[in-house]
């Protein structure tokens, strides 16, 4: 009897640190999606929102790794428990990041809708929509427990890369011949690079998946790759 309570209150431990850390992703999420809509739509009340919010997630964050430091301490639990345990731990310290930029977004959108609109701004959501659906996909593999998801992600973020590169060239051109718009064109330079970033955690997402559903490193085996 005195094993069934332990147990059960092991998989309840583990059922909560997996729904916080969902909760945490789609608050993430959306997040970073009200942010590029306060840049576009020049939405001032959003990207306060945006700013504000960021504290939840920050919490939730608090709230995942004390968790997962009770469980270790309390269960001592090994294999694929003690990976789930680490992995949630790692991927809410990403979703933090992300989470971050999108903040970071908020701000440059309540600087920019203050002066003039810039119609180039709407350059950067095909990278917006690029960022969002590996970090959807992301989510959905620890979701899911789908190794071969999160593995994929990886060569889906190279498209991301070479937008970045081909549209933060396009703004860089741009600042050359700004008329006083040098410090807008800067802004979406730093916004596409913080969406460029979305793409690289979500992979980290992606890896943390494959590391608890299969056991495997991926990061070293990406870097070899890139050698």
Partial sequence: MHSSHIL?????????????????????????????????ERNMELANAVIADDDEVDEHERHIDKLGMEI????????????????????SMNLER?????????????????????????????LYTMADQLLRDAISAYSEHDAALGAGLHARDKELDRMYKAVGAT???RIEQANGRGQDYLHL?????????????AVNIGEDVVFLEAARDLRHENHRALD
Avoid: C, W, Y
Wanted: charged fraction near 25%; aromatic fraction near 4%; avoid cysteine.
């Fill in 98 to 126: 992300v989470s971050d930029h999108a903040t970071g977004i908020a701000k440059r959108a309540r600087k920019m809708s203050s002066r003039q609109e810039l119609q180039d701004a709407t350059l950067i959501e095909p």
């Fill in 171 to 173: 703004f860089g051109n």
């Fill in 72 to 91: 270790l301490v309390r269960f001592h639990p090994v294999a694929t428990d003690l990976r789930m345990v680490i992995s949630s731990m790692k991927i």
């Fill in 8 to 40: 059960h209150d092991f998989d309840h431990a583990i059922s909560t640190l997996r729904g916080e850390v969902l909760s945490m992703a789609g608050k993430a999420r959306h997040n970073l999606e009200l942010a590029v809509q306060a840049l576009l």
């Fill in 189 to 201: 330079i730093l916004v596409t690079r913080s969406l460029e970033r979305v793409g690289d955690l």
